[in-house]
């Protein structure tokens, strides 16, 4: 697989929203009851993923496969440095998409001077984020049931390099 992340375009929107029904569905099921799942697949339409592209910085991983189109296989959303709507393919999952989209919108937000993330978990995908550094802050009821918040520190990205002086 050759993985990017780019910015989410319209066009991806319908791609987008049946990964994030097909991960309900198949997955968070596990952990959810169906009427919590109803009610998120209700929410999370192509045009709300629109809507969520014009106040949040919404991202796509792609798969480019040679000689065919680009496919969208994953997606993650960034307001500051707040964490939102983290989905991966499920025929996909484990093969590093998600860590990649979380690699992604930390740097940018380092970049953008944050010194920590935050993100509010799913009980499914809580081992996933404590794999990748974070750590429990506090549990939280939400409309879409039970989320674990969690944190982790940024590193500040490094300072441009002295010039040194040769004379
Ligand atoms: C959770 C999810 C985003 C992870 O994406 P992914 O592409 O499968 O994850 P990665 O392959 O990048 O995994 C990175 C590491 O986390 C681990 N991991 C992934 N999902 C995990 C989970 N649910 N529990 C524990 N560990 C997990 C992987 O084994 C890997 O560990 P390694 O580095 O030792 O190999 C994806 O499985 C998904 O979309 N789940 C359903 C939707 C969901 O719950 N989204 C989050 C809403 S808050």
Do not use: W
Request: aromatic share 8%; charged share 30%.
């Amino acid at each position: 697989m050759a993985i990017t992340v780019r910015p989410f375009r319209s066009a991806d929107a319908p791609r987008v929203a049946e990964i994030v029904h097909r991960c309900l569905r198949e997955v968070n099921s596990r952990d959810y009851p169906a009427d919590i799942i109803d009610m998120m697949c209700g929410h999370f339409t192509a045009e709300r993923f629109i809507e969520l592209s014009r106040c949040r910085l919404v991202y796509v991983a792609v798969d480019h496969v040679v000689g065919e189109d680009e496919r969208v296989v994953g997606t993650v959303s960034r307001d500051g440095n707040r964490v939102y709507s983290m989905f991966v393919d499920p025929v996909l999952a484990g093969r590093g998409i998600g860590r990649r989209l979380m690699q992604h919108i930390e740097t940018l937000a380092a970049d953008d001077g944050y010194d920590h993330m935050e993100t509010g978990a799913s009980l499914t995908a809580h081992g996933f984020y404590l794999k990748l550094g974070y750590t429990d802050v506090r549990e939280t009821e939400t409309e879409f049931g039970f989320n674990h918040i969690l944190r982790k520190p940024l590193s500040r990205p490094d300072p441009p390099r002295a010039r040194r002086d040769t004379g």
